[in-house]
């Protein structure tokens, strides 16, 4: 404790992250990166693998009912004539050309730079305004494997070295010596994953999706641990330069999204420590390490990802399960909005772009969100280039008008806008016997105190009847918000969270939203409560890699690690009940941490 006391927070993390690795799995992107690192590496989650099925898909888990209902687009419509009317622009169905066409030639025919101060404001400007970067298509063959007698090894594109990794460049090389046929490459994974054409005998898969293990008829169990651990594997070598011979003497933390169940947990357990051989592994919540990558020991954490909007709630260092709420949407709907909004106005080029199916198009559009859309009032609209990336054919560019850049994002406050369920979440039924991961089920007294030989043999006792998946559709952020701090039950508690609210994920860097959230949050308190005061917390770091910091200084500063698992315990015996060591245990803040924390 003393030694935490004086210890300069930058020797200590240069003392104990360098066998630290911090693993923070999202449904589109992972963060990992060594402990010590200031920030993690930001790869999409992903795999394609060479396929022969005929007839052939492009995506695994392209679920069939992906057509948006007509009840769900009358529903989208109202929902954006109710923003624009709260924006200040016209409705839907209003005829605007007689009223503004002279003032849009007008910007359309000026300057970049003077376009750029009539339609932003923001104080961060967009680093590639009118400079989207083209994506080119992944080159799917591997190059040829050297003489035996050349020591050095020809990187893949835009890949780092593997040459530490014998096994894993023959998983991935299958020529013979001397060879010089060209052959395809049997995975390819993170963006490359994205950027592999249509034509090309690939199959993209996501292993997470909507915030659980992508297990469906299309893509079974087996499949979706082997895509993890292979995705995993290939960023330990090619990122981190971590060779298998070596995983033993590193330790993983595992920070986990709220929305995972017991079971899905215990796979990536089995994943990294039988898998990938880890000396031993942490589990940490998502939104708990958040509060701690951000200093906080209580706070409303909220929590906006790609597909998925958690919020929860922590007081003085402990997850509070009863305020956790999980909103099916996300940056991905947002992006795919924009889509929607764009061709409704028929500012879209005449172009074949398909989000679901063609996911270097959800990742242009992705760029165009991240670049153009914010929240205020009035018309809200900028020149950007528009890519086309069609089957067989090189990338072309496209010089188009956006306009009504506000709306979308205004999305996470009327969901109905996103049409979330155009990718419903995957089917639960395997899970249908596993608990909450926020539920105690540890409270049963085990005569004994025996140990389980493996997980498949472990019974649930339940405390509390179980409920079903806590994902909304028909509340948006701040009617979540507010629900959550609200279910603290405390009116000193709830002041002290209103006041505490802290946006993570990618969806949190849209320009306008604190402000926007501050607003509606307090509109959102029913008018009987005590409270009129709300304030988001500025984050101290990038809001997409607040929770993989958290997890890093959680590791670093977890001096005793009674609640670390060893791969020697976990293969022999799995979770000892009655032990120090259960991973739900990792949910509080150790004694240290929290001094360390105050200082």
Request: aromatic share 8%.
């Amino acid at each position: 404790m003393d030694y935490l006391k004086t210890v300069i927070p930058s020797n200590l993390f240069a003392e104990r992250g360098t066998n630290i690795v911090v693993i923070n799995p999202g449904s589109a992107n992972i963060r990992i990166g060594l402990a010590q690192q200031d920030t993690p590496f930001n790869i999409p989650h992903c795999i394609s693998r060479r396929t022969t099925q005929l007839p052939k898909r492009n995506v695994q888990d392209q679920m069939l009912n992906s057509q948006v209902t007509t009840a769900q687009h009358m529903e989208r419509e109202r929902a954006y004539d109710i923003i624009a009317s709260l924006l200040r622009i016209p409705f839907l169905g209003e005829e605007i050309a007689n009223s503004s066409y002279a003032r849009k030639e007008v910007v359309i025919g000026a300057t970049e730079a003077q376009f750029y101060q009539m339609g932003r404001v923001d104080t961060d400007p967009p680093q590639n305004n009118m400079k989207e970067p083209v994506f080119s298509w992944a080159d799917v063959f591997e190059k040829n494997v050297p003489p035996p007698s050349v020591t050095a090894v020809e990187d893949a594109p835009n890949e780092g070295d593997t040459s530490e990794s014998p096994t894993l460049k023959e998983s991935k090389i299958k020529v013979e010596p001397n060879s010089r046929e060209r052959k395809y490459r049997e995975y390819i994974c993170g963006e490359e994953a994205l950027r592999i054409s249509p034509t090309e005998p690939y199959c993209l898969r996501r292993p997470i999706r909507r915030g659980h293990l992508n297990v469906s008829q299309h893509y079974s169990t087996q499949q979706v641990l082997e895509d993890l651990h292979t995705i995993w594997d290939w960023i330990l070598v090619e990122k981190l330069h971590i060779p298998h011979r070596e995983r033993n003497m590193y330790s993983a933390i595992l920070v986990i999204p709220e929305t995972f169940d017991n079971r899905e947990i215990k796979e990536m357990l089995s994943i990294v420590l039988h898998d990938l051989r880890f000396g031993s592994a942490v589990v940490h919540q998502e939104g708990l390490a958040a509060a701690f990558g951000n200093g906080l020991s209580t706070a409303c954490i909220v929590n906006m990802g790609a597909q998925v909007t958690s919020v929860i709630c922590v007081e003085d260092g402990v997850a509070l399960p009863t305020t956790h709420i999980s909103l099916r949407f996300g940056g991905e709907d947002i992006s795919r909005c924009l889509l929607w909004t764009q061709r409704h106005h028929q500012t879209w080029p005449p172009i074949r772009t398909d989000a679901l199916s063609k996911p270097v198009d959800l990742l242009m559009l992705n760029r165009l969100k991240e670049s153009y859309c914010q929240i205020k009032e009035g018309e809200v609209e900028a020149v950007a280039m528009v890519h086309s990336y069609e089957d067989g054919m090189p990338p072309g560019s496209h010089k188009t008008r956006l306009t009504a850049l506000n709306v979308p994002p205004m999305g996470l406050f009327y969901p109905m806008l996103l049409v979330p369920d155009v990718y419903p979440p995957p089917p639960r039924t395997w899970l249908k016997d596993c608990d909450d991961m926020l539920e105690d089920t540890w409270h049963m007294d085990f005569s004994g105190g025996g140990a389980y030989p493996m997980w498949e043999s472990y019974p649930v006792y339940q405390t509390k009847p179980k409920k079903e998946d806590d994902i909304g559709l028909d509340i948006g952020l701040a009617e979540a918000i507010t629900k959550s701090i609200l279910a603290t039950g405390r009116i000193d508690l709830q002041r002290k969270l209103f006041c505490s609210m802290q946006l993570i994920g990618g969806a949190a860097s849209v320009y306008g939203l604190i402000p926007a959230v501050e607003e509606r949050v307090l509109h959102a308190i029913p008018s009987h409560e005590a409270i009129d005061t709300v304030e988001v917390l500025q984050s101290r770091t990038n809001p997409a890699f607040v929770s993989w910091k958290g997890g890093a200084i959680l590791g670093i500063l977890d001096i005793s690690r009674e609640a670390w698992i060893h791969r020697e315990d976990w293969i022999r015996n799995g979770i000892h009940i009655g032990s120090g060591r259960k991973y739900k245990d990792s949910y509080y803040l150790q004694a240290q941490a929290m001094c360390y924390m105050n200082l």
